[in-house]
């Protein structure tokens, strides 16, 4: 992903739990989108994301959620990758839900699949696929089953109670400064080719 370092660090932050990070820089960076166009992302880079998911076919529940409406030519039109799992590059929060991921179609047990609008390796998967289902259970199994995740839950909802006693996180803005805005059309249009 093209983009401009902006803070060359290191940054102390807290992630989820409260867990301690050192971020090495701050970008931002531009993501192709299906239709062309690019968002700015701004956001920071760490030595690994998360730890790497465990390798999965789709195919068995993209067959489930497809074959429960047959006539929903939106939802037959999805094509998820037959295969998902392995290191994670970029994790996409809250900030930028415009090019987050939009519901198609989901079944009772809350298995869902979603149209995307980021541009892909391979043009044709325009969907992604969540939720409950048996042929998925092996990402819950590499990441210590029901207990793990009873205790991400946990965290969650001690999460939302300070949402609630304190507001929402402040959201830092992209570029305030005359020296920022002054650096943006410097280098971040120039190296970021926006005409092409």
């Avoid at 993501?31 to 956001?43: A, D, H, M, S, T």
């Avoid at 790497?52 to 039109?77: C, E, F, H, I």
């Avoid at 415009?98 to 892909?120: C, F, K, M, Q, W």
């Amino acid at each position: 992903m093209p983009g401009v370092c902006i803070n060359e660090g290191p940054i102390s932050c807290t992630g989820v739990g409260n867990i301690e990070l050192k971020a090495k820089q701050e970008w931002i960076v531009k993501i192709k989108l299906k239709n062309n166009n690019y968002q700015l992302v701004q956001g920071l880079t760490l030595q690994n994301v998360c730890a790497p998911m465990p390798v999965v076919s789709t195919v068995r529940a993209v067959d489930a959620l497809k074959s429960s409406d047959p006539g929903n030519k939106l939802l037959q039109d999805c094509c998820v990758p037959p295969i998902i799992g392995g290191e994670v590059d970029v994790i996409l929060g809250i900030r930028y839900n415009n090019v987050g991921p939009r519901v198609i179609h989901h079944l009772e047990s809350g298995l869902t699949i979603y149209g995307i609008d980021l541009a892909t390796h391979d043009p044709s998967h325009n969907a992604a696929i969540g939720g409950p289902h048996c042929s998925l259970t092996a990402m819950l199994l590499n990441n210590g089953g029901n207990s793990k995740v009873s205790q991400t839950i946990k965290i969650l909802f001690t999460q939302l109670s300070n949402y609630k006693l304190f507001g929402a996180p402040k959201i830092p803005h992209i570029l305030l400064t005359k020296s920022e805005m002054s650096h943006v059309r410097s280098e971040l249009f120039d190296e970021l080719n926006f005409c092409d």
